[in-house]
């Protein structure tokens, strides 16, 4: 257990960024989803909207690397996974 004010404040801080890392990672897992399940069920109608929620998982996925939840690699990964799967649907 923390002896010290220092350690506990970096306690109290790791405890912090451990949520918000969390609810980032929970969001970007679900908006993948969303996007993985749209992208198979594509057709001329809905291809806009299928954009439109890549456009926002780009995004989402974006901030999560900026603020440090995710590394750039995975971050990228995760983009070319949906663009590959969107190409292979539309083809």
Known sequence: MAN??????RIEINERNRLRNKAYKSTIR?????CR???E???GTNQSNVQ???SLCHSKIDKAV???????NAGASKKAS?????KK???
């Open 4 to 9: 010290n004010k220092s350690a506990k404040k």
């Open 30 to 34: 679900t908006i993948y989803k969303k």
């Open 37 to 39: 399940i749209a992208i």
């Open 41 to 43: 069920n594509v057709d």
């Open 52 to 54: 439109k929620l890549i």
């Open 66 to 72: 900026q603020k440090g939840v995710l590394h750039s």
């Open 82 to 86: 949906l663009d590959k799967h969107l």
């Open 89 to 91: 649907a539309l083809a």
